[in-house]
């Protein structure tokens, strides 16, 4: 599939890791539209229109997790991956919400983008 054309959604509070996973998701072939925090996320943009979303857990505000569920209520599937610092604790609760995976930090490069392409290969 031509990733080119998969638009991802980042959420990520800290500039740098945000520019760092823009960069290599952008290197990677994807369109990046990347959010500093999940409440700008939902005032700016339908998470429809995303092929995949990565979060941050730990944000400002509404966490990632908790940004996930409230997209699931409204009736939006897109597919997620939720990146944490302490992901062990999250798992389940993440994939009762349907997260595809909870990659922890630091986290090698491959393992975000061989998601992806699990992600971009599965037909919804």
């Not at 939902?42 to 092929?51: G, K, T, V």
């Not at 944490?84 to 090698?108: C, F, I, T, Y």
């Amino acid at each position: 599939m031509d990733t080119a054309k998969c638009l991802v959604f980042l959420i990520e509070d800290d500039e740098g890791v945000r520019a760092s996973m823009r960069l290599l998701l952008e290197a990677s072939g994807y369109c990046v539209r990347d959010f500093p925090s999940a409440e700008q996320l939902l005032a700016e943009a339908d998470a429809r229109q995303a092929r995949c979303i990565i979060t941050d857990y730990h944000l400002p505000g509404i966490t990632g997790l908790d940004l996930i569920e409230t997209l699931r209520e409204q009736g939006v599937a897109t597919p997620a991956i939720i990146v944490s610092a302490n992901g062990k604790d999250l798992v389940a609760r993440a994939s009762q919400a349907g997260v595809v995976a909870v990659l922890r930090k630091p986290m090698a490069a491959e393992a975000l983008t061989q998601w992806l392409e699990q992600i971009v290969a599965d037909p919804r």
